[in-house]
């Protein structure tokens, strides 16, 4: 079939890290009805936004976007996304849908509605919402099959400007936050995890899952989790052992090291980890990074925590300070433990906020309502780019000999404080579940809390954030840790709204554990 198109629109847009590269998003986009609610009944408006003053605008407000204007018949669009759907990442339908011809919603790719202020309401709203024909229609038939591909989003335009300013803008910005989700899921979908360990067959995400006695994992854990993160995101997972790590870190320059080691030292507020273990860090992120160049992957995660495999306690490392002194501030996502949901996650967060996110394990403090996330490693840079907190390089507090840092394997952990009072969202991407898990809370320093005898930099692991949250609902709450595991995320900022939104395009369900 001829394809028909009013006008292509293109701008480039880089992704912001080390590896740049263009990521053009491509939406289809139809405008269904003439836009002002003046067919048939009422006067022609005073003032219009045209068809292509709106696209236009898109434009100016967005980056990366691609959008193609359709200008022939609905049925033919239908056809069009239907024959050729690995075509387009997503769908702009801009004016009601009527006669009962709702295909072209449900396409299966990312959709947004677009309701022209003014205009006929004949769309099927809670359809969009539920996929579902409701009981107790009038007219028989009707087959829900037909939407199961349900991935849509609603807004709203006020075209003939009869809405105060402020409320017009309102519902442009709006729209053009849930076009920016679909660039977001493109950008995430391609991913490839970059897996160390020491064992290629190890059981993925092992230590994060806790049963009791007469549970165990099942022997197709590895293979159900894969096939998941394939369905959702299309991720791929490159298992590299801890023998091609070790020869990897035998070839790491050491004098890059060294210098990657003294640039982490100068811009420390405090260094009480060994030099020498620092330089063993940084070689070791060298080593990672060169791996991860190899297999051409974009975010990295290992469970590897020696630089030889000997199981001597001098060749000891951590990773937590390559991850965040290392890729993080590049732009690549990284985890010291092998959590590919965590990872993905960390990813998703950064397409959409350019922040990165510290993982960990979690307290859940009722007395004093707070929530503890803590772990070797905390991006300093948690609003993004290079606007760096004042961080401390401190030995690893899992070494056995952490209190004597001049010895070998005493390793690297960090300590850094995120700033008081801002917005913190505590969450996790479940692909198994198929399911975002997220609360919300603000940070708080621990500091002030924490009073007594015991300086809190010294408890348990060197990393920590504290949050206010409804600490009791959410301990009570917590599930039997061989559901959720007993690891989590948190960035910085309220990402309520766009991870509820997202999660529709993805075509997961959001779990609110604080709610």
């Not at 995101?233 to 023998?243: A, H, Y």
């Not at 039997?480 to 309220?494: E, Q, R």
């Amino acid at each position: 079939m001829k394809k028909t198109f009013l006008l292509i629109l293109v701008i480039v847009h880089s992704l912001a890290t080390v590896y740049a590269q263009n990521v053009n998003t491509t939406i289809f986009t139809i405008f269904t009805t003439a836009g002002c609610g003046c067919t048939g009944s009422g006067g022609a408006p005073l003032t219009f936004t045209t068809h292509e003053e709106v696209i236009d605008q898109l434009q100016a407000a967005t980056t990366g976007i691609e959008f193609l204007v359709w200008q022939g018949s609905r049925q033919a669009a239908v056809e069009e996304l239907e024959s050729n759907r690995e075509n387009y990442d997503g769908v702009i339908i801009i004016g009601e849908i009527d006669f009962g011809d709702f295909g072209i919603a449900f396409t299966g790719l990312p959709t947004i509605f677009v309701h022209n202020l003014w205009e006929f309401m004949t769309s099927p709203y809670n359809l969009f919402l539920t996929g579902k024909i409701p009981e107790g229609s009038i007219l028989a038939g009707g087959d829900d099959q037909r939407y199961r591909n349900r991935k849509i989003l609603t807004a709203q335009l006020d075209r003939r400007n009869v809405c105060s300013p402020e409320v017009k803008e309102s519902m442009f910005n709006d729209l053009v936050d849930k076009i920016k989700l679909i660039r977001v899921v493109k950008e995430v979908k391609g991913t490839r995890i970059l897996m160390l360990t020491a064992d290629k067959n190890d059981v993925i995400a092992r230590v994060n899952y806790r049963g009791d006695i007469s549970q165990q994992f099942p022997d197709d854990h590895n293979d159900r989790y894969v096939k998941n993160l394939k369905e959702l995101f299309d991720i791929d997972i490159v298992r590299v052992g801890g023998e091609e790590f070790y020869e990897a870190f035998k070839n790491a320059d050491v004098g890059q090291a060294v210098q990657i080691a003294d640039k982490w030292i100068r811009g420390a507020r405090k260094v009480t980890a060994s030099r020498d273990e620092i330089v063993k860090s940084a070689r070791a992120y060298l080593a990672t990074d060169a791996l991860r160049i190899k297999y051409d992957c974009n975010a990295v995660s290992t469970h590897l925590r020696s630089v030889t495999g000997s199981g001597e306690l001098k060749d000891r490392f951590n990773p937590g300070i390559g991850m965040e002194l290392g890729f993080k501030p590049r732009g690549i996502m990284g985890v010291c433990q092998n959590y590919p949901d965590l990872l993905v996650a960390q990813v998703l967060a950064y397409a959409l906020t350019g922040r990165p996110s510290m993982m960990g394990d979690f307290i859940y403090d009722i007395d004093n309502g707070v929530e503890i996330i803590l772990h070797c490693g905390i991006p300093v840079n948690p609003f993004g780019g290079d606007n760096m907190i004042p961080y401390s390089i401190v030995p690893h507090a899992e070494s056995p000999v952490r209190d004597i840092p001049e010895r070998p394997g005493s390793s690297t952990g960090l300590t850094a404080e995120w700033p008081q009072g801002e917005p913190v969202t505590i969450w996790e991407i479940h692909s198994l579940h198929r399911e975002i898990r997220l609360h919300t809370g603000k940070i708080v320093d621990g500091h002030a809390i924490y009073t007594g005898g015991e300086n809190i930099d010294d408890v348990m692991c060197t990393a920590k954030i504290f949050a206010r949250v409804d600490a009791k609902k959410l301990r009570d709450n917590h599930f039997f840790p061989s559901k959720y595991g007993i690891h989590t995320n948190a960035t910085l900022g309220d990402l309520r709204k766009q991870l509820t939104d997202i999660s529709v395009f993805l075509g997961i369900a959001v779990n609110d554990s604080d709610i």
